[in-house]
């Protein structure tokens, strides 16, 4: 069997693997990837819906390449971070199929979830303080939203 033959049948075994048979037709053929402002919309109401406070939202785009947007959330204690952090992919995974990575769930101080072309960061507030991501990224003389 030629190098590539093999490699194929690999990656497909791999896939059959990770999704059985009647959850493979489903994810491959219902979901579309949405675009960065459908998804950024879709994040800003999931947060709303979870008293996120102090939303700020920055468009990256032309300016880096790692996402067209990045948002900024408080929460009021880190029970309320993780919650709104763990919701959130929930959302995005069971409405666009996407997986999300995420980084300091468990802490709940400062959670970064990496949905590709939106990168959100939920604080708590005295987190958010001291780091000021807000001033790093938005235009000088810019206010909140």
């Given amino acids: ?35 960065s402002e459908t998804l950024l919309a879709r994040i800003l109401s999931s947060l709303e819906s979870d008293k996120a406070e102090d939303v700020v939202q920055v468009d990256l785009r032309g300016r880096t390449a790692f996402g067209d947007y990045m948002v900024i959330a408080s929460g009021r204690s880190s029970r309320q971070v993780s919650a709104m952090a763990e919701k959130l992919v929930d959302r995005l995974k069971q409405e666009y199929g ?48």
Avoid: C
């Avoid at 990770?18 to 219902?30: E, K, L, N, T």
């Avoid at 959670?111 to 001291?130: N, Y």
């Fill in 1 to 35: 069997m030629p190098a590539r033959q093999k490699e194929d049948n690999v990656l497909s075994t791999h896939a059959e693997a990770a999704f059985p048979a009647d959850d493979r037709a489903g994810v491959m053929a219902a979901q579309t990837l949405p675009g």
């Fill in 98 to 145: 996407i997986i999300a990575k995420v980084e300091g769930k468990d802490a709940g101080d400062w959670v970064l979830i990496d949905t590709g072309d939106v990168i959100v960061h939920l604080f708590r507030p005295e987190v958010r303080e001291f780091y000021q991501l807000e001033k790093m990224w938005l235009p000088q003389g810019a206010a909140k939203a």
